[in-house]
């Protein structure tokens, strides 16, 4: 129920870490860590990354929201997330995923940024890493405006990047809240706009 320290070296075996405390907590130290199996299962309170994290094998997400701050956290696979459990792109970091999933619907990134609005990537093969960040605000710059939208757009960005390999992006199935939608959004007239 306390934070995670390390400030030497830590052999993971097959175990399996969880954080469960009623309060706040944080995973860091000198070192960084990489947990076999982490579970996240908290009754109050967040979990910090205050340095680049790794879980060789699952990520559990039951309830409890991860903040990553300026830094990743790279998983194999994860089970859970919810509006109540997710992990928070609230700076830098990303959320990666490696060989990430081509099952036909994809893998599902639990993320958001003061909200879940998760995005599920669907790559050509499994042969690549893919990291996800989510940030606040839809920008029109490369469109030829200047500044945010803020009327007629959902007001969120997703970030999607491929870490490693070489992989396609199938498709990306995107999830938000009403209320992040501007003013004059339209559900049944909405496109995607991609950025490379």
């Known amino acids: 129920a306390g934070n995670w320290t390390n400030n030497g070296t830590f052999t993971n075996g097959s175990d399996l870490v969880t954080l469960d405390g009623s309060g706040n907590q944080s995973i860091g130290g000198t070192s960084s860590t990489s947990f076999y199996n982490l579970t996240v299962d908290k009754s109050g309170g967040t ?6 994290q790794t879980v060789s094998n699952t990520l559990s997400l039951t309830s409890g929201i991860v903040h990553l701050g300026s830094n990743n956290l790279t998983i194999i696979d994860r089970s859970g997330g919810s509006s109540t459990s997710y992990v928070s792109t609230n700076g830098t970091g ?18 958001g940024n003061g909200s879940y609005t998760p995005i599920t990537v669907d790559p050509s093969n499994n042969n ?6 989510v940030a606040d605000g839809f920008s029109a710059e490369s469109s030829g405006c200047s500044g945010f939208v803020t009327d007629d757009a959902v007001k969120k ?6 870490e490693v390999g070489s992989d396609n992006i199938n498709n990306v199935t995107t999830q938000w809240n009403a209320t992040d939608e501007g003013s004059s959004f339209t559900r049944t007239s909405c496109g995607v706009v991609m950025y490379l």
Not at 47 to 52: A, F, G, I, R
Not at 94 to 107: A, F, H, M, R, V
């Open 128 to 133: 690549s890493d893919f990291g996800v960040r």
């Open 94 to 111: 990303k959320l990666i995923i490696e060989n990430t999933t081509d099952s036909g619907s994809g893998e599902l990134f639990p993320v």
């Open 157 to 162: 960005m997703w970030i999607v990047t491929r």
């Open 47 to 52: 979990v910090t990354l205050t340095n680049s």
